[in-house]
Every structure is written in C-alpha cells, then in structure tokens.
C-alpha cells in the first residue's frame, strides 16, 4: 500500500491543522492506521491509532491527548489527524503508517507515508 500525506504548515499557538493521509494499493480497512512525528534533532515518536475495520478504538500518546483526534473514512481510504490547540513542541514532521496490528511501536507498521511538516510559532 502506497500512503500520501498532506496538510501540514505553518500555525500560531493555539491554532488548529488537519492532517490527512490517502491510501492507495491493498484493501484499506484492512490496515491500522497510525501517526507518528519526528521533531527536529529527536527520534520519531507515536502520536495516534486507530484501528483497522470500523476504527471504533483509538489510542493516543499522553502528550496529545485531549488536542488530537484521529479519524478514517474508508470509502475515501483516508486517515486524518485534527490538531487542536497547537503548541510549539507539535513541531515536528508528521508520518502516517499502516500496519497489521494495533500497537503504538513502530516496528509494527509496514508501510510509511513520505512526511508533512508541521510548524507551531509561540
């Protein structure tokens, strides 16, 4: 599966982006999808997932959680993430992955999204 992210930019603190990422290739339903960033100088870390199917269970890093939402429409084989409330430490580039099972390791995802970078001014 091929997966295309976009929707990153540049955002004051407190404002508001959605991410959204189109796959193409296998079956999408199939697949648990999830979002990961890297930050400048630190290594990549989880962010959201959401499961494969109906996407009736979500997880969430503790650092997002409350500000973030994640969500997938099937029929258009998308998964998006709403930023909320942004913060300076939100920047960072954005990667959504798809995988086999719902875990929050990287290891676990297969296919990888080429990045949107998203900024938070203070």
């Known amino acids: 599966v091929q997966l295309q992210a976009s929707g990153g930019g540049l955002v004051q603190a407190g404002g508001s982006l959605r991410l959204s990422c189109v796959a193409s290739?296998?079956?999408?339903?199939?697949?648990?999808m999830a979002w990961f960033r890297q930050a400048p100088g630190k290594g990549r870390e989880f962010v959201a997932v959401?499961?494969?199917?109906?996407?009736?269970?979500?997880t969430y890093a503790d650092s997002v959680k409350g500000r973030f939402t994640i969500s997938r429409d099937n029929g258009k084989s998308t998964v998006y993430l709403q930023m909320n409330s942004l913060k300076p430490e939100d920047t960072a580039v954005y990667y959504c992955a798809a995988g086999g099972r719902f875990r929050i390791a990287e290891v676990a995802y297969d296919y990888w999204g080429q990045g949107t970078l998203v900024t938070v001014s203070s």
């Open positions: 959401i499961i494969s199917g109906d996407g009736s269970r979500t």
């Open positions: 290739g296998h079956s999408f339903t199939v697949y648990n």
